[in-house]
């Protein structure tokens, strides 16, 4: 599975952004989509992550600000980003998996190529 992140860029404080994630010419309904993020000398953190049915499980620290949906018909994973934050800076991957917990990392088999958001104050 090939995933192509998209919609990263520059933000300010407050501003909102919407990442895209699709995975062209392949059916992807049968995997849980996530989002993670990793900051620069940090581990690559879990955000957000979504079964095909709909249901998403969201990080703590982005939880009411960030929401995970998908679109299984266009094979689409979306991210919209509200109220960010300088502390969301950071790249953000799309990653497909089959496994628990849907939190970590190896969990997820297939990972796009990252889309840098940063975020001024």
């Known amino acids: 599975v090939q995933l192509q992140a998209s919609g990263g860029g520059l933000a300010q404080a407050g501003d909102s952004l919407r990442l895209s994630c699709a995975a062209p010419?392949?059916?992807?309904?049968?995997?849980?989509m996530g989002w993670f993020r990793q900051a620069p000398g940090k581990e690559r953190e879990f955000v957000a992550a979504?079964?095909?049915?709909?249901?998403?499980y969201t990080a703590d620290f982005v939880r009411g600000r960030f929401t995970i949906s998908r679109d299984n018909s266009a094979n689409t994973v979306y991210l919209q980003m509200n109220r960010l934050k300088p502390e969301d800076t950071a790249i953000y991957y799309c990653?497909?998996?089959?496994?628990?917990?849907?939190?970590?990392?190896?969990?997820?088999?297939?990972w796009g190529q990252g889309t840098q958001v940063t975020v001024s104050s």
């Open positions: 990653a497909a998996g089959l496994g628990y917990p849907i939190t970590m990392v190896k969990s997820y088999y297939y």
């Open positions: 010419g392949r059916a992807f309904s049968n995997y849980i």
């Open positions: 979504v079964a095909w049915s709909g249901a998403n």
